[in-house]
């Protein structure tokens, strides 16, 4: 009773002391060494360009020793626990041998009972041994009970969402009121008493400068982010009363980065519940200039074997088969020429026709069919109006588009 008292607590205990410690120092350099791995694997070609591949390689292999040197210490204290076990066990059915042969020899006991009792000692802490290796399952039993604790409560924590719905089948107005949007660790905020209304149906550009705001707008509407003060309103409906899953299927949204999945074009084009025949798929691709692919054509991870143009272009067509009537397209064409980027807004513009749009650019050309254009800078609406009206006033706008001209000049001289 004794041994197996020490077999089934004491040794687990010993055991456990420094287990805990090398398993949460392995766990961390684990975790630290899938990073520096990812960072490798998708920057390996900006660091072989750049001459830094080497020294990344080697960082990582220094990583992947000390995690190998902890992962064995964690190894042999675990098998410390289980030789201190098998120590016990022996002690236990040695000293019942030896104090049996005694008692026999002393005429106490019978000879019959001496096999007995050694059998019935080596099966029951044969029965124990899994104690001596209870510090690793509860130390990975423990970890993943924690990350499950967190799942859930932060699933638990998730605010319920609002009764209100976006229709996705009639076009959608858009109503900024004095917004303002600041980021919890930045000094100065990202939009300023934004005040814009956009009637349902129209085709608005948003142009300005590189982190003048433009993407924030885009985010609010979408309800990624919520307006430090002010109020954002879709067809009327403030937006923290919609649900925002209605949003999202009532919009149509192509990001600077789109991601795709590893699979096929078809897999990739084919993100919404409703599905597409293969002939409607096949046009789709012709509108957006990718006819020369076919559906069945693999995509990697990322799209990494996709050119940047091919990228956007698959996005284009997967917001083109989405069927929303939001449009919200964020530098859709900056990495297509001006012959595919106007074959490509040909194609949009009439599929777009009754929807309402907002198109954000860095290039000024093709502008003249918004019905209004929208100048921000430095979080602020510096100007807006038709493409007319802006170019009449001789402001901002005039200014960029004359630089733009130069630049476009002097490119072709």
Aim: glycine share 8%; aromatic share 6%.
């Amino acid at each position: 009773m004794l041994g197996m008292l020490i077999a089934a607590f004491v040794v687990p205990a010993i055991s456990q002391l420094g287990h805990r410690q090398a398993y949460r120092s392995a766990r961390e350099q684990r975790a630290k060494l899938s990073t520096d791995m990812t960072e490798l694997l998708y920057g390996f070609r900006d660091l072989k360009v750049y001459g830094r591949l080497e020294e990344h390689e080697q960082k990582l292999q220094r990583a992947s020793a000390m995690l190998a040197d902890t992962q064995k210490a964690a190894g042999l204290q675990l098998l410390r626990g289980q030789s201190l076990h098998a120590f016990v066990t022996f002690l236990v059915t040695w000293g019942v041998l030896g104090l049996g042969a005694y008692l026999i020899a002393s005429g106490e006991l019978a000879g019959v009972f001496l096999a007995m009792l050694v059998l019935i000692a080596m099966t029951v802490f044969d029965e124990a041994a899994a104690m001596a290796t209870l510090p690793a399952y509860k130390q990975d039993s423990g970890h993943a009970a924690g990350r499950l604790a967190e799942t859930v409560q932060a699933a638990d924590s998730r605010p319920p969402q609002p009764s209100g719905v976006l229709s996705a089948e009639q076009a959608v107005s858009i109503e900024l009121r004095q917004v303002t949007f600041h980021y919890a660790d930045e000094w100065r905020p990202t939009l300023q008493n934004i005040e814009l209304h956009i009637p349902a149906g129209s085709k608005t550009a948003i142009v300005g400068p590189s982190g003048a705001g433009k993407t924030t707008i885009f985010e609010l509407l979408l309800k990624l982010l919520a307006p430090t003060h002010g109020q954002v309103r879709l067809n009327g409906t403030p937006v923290e009363e919609l649900d925002e899953t209605s949003i999202w299927r009532a919009a149509n949204v192509v990001l600077q980065h789109n991601h795709f999945f590893q699979g096929t074009i078809r897999d990739n084009l084919l993100l919404e519940e409703d599905q597409h025949c293969d002939e409607a798929l096949t046009d789709t691709l012709g509108k957006v200039q990718l006819s020369y692919l076919s559906l069945d054509d693999a995509v990697y991870e990322k799209g990494e074997n996709l050119s940047d143009g091919e990228k956007q272009r698959l996005a284009l067509a997967r917001a083109m088969l989405k069927g929303g009537r939001l449009w919200l397209l964020d530098e859709p064409t900056s990495s297509l020429d001006a012959v595919t980027e106007q074959h490509i807004f040909r194609h949009l513009f009439a599929q777009a026709e009754n929807d309402t749009l907002l198109l954000i650019r860095h290039r000024l050309t093709g502008l003249e069919e918004m019905d209004q254009i929208i100048v921000i800078d430095q979080g602020r609406i510096v100007e807006a109006g038709t493409f007319a009206e802006l170019m009449e006033r001789k402001g901002y706008f005039y200014e960029m588009k004359e630089i733009e001209r130069q630049v476009v000049g002097d490119a072709r001289d």
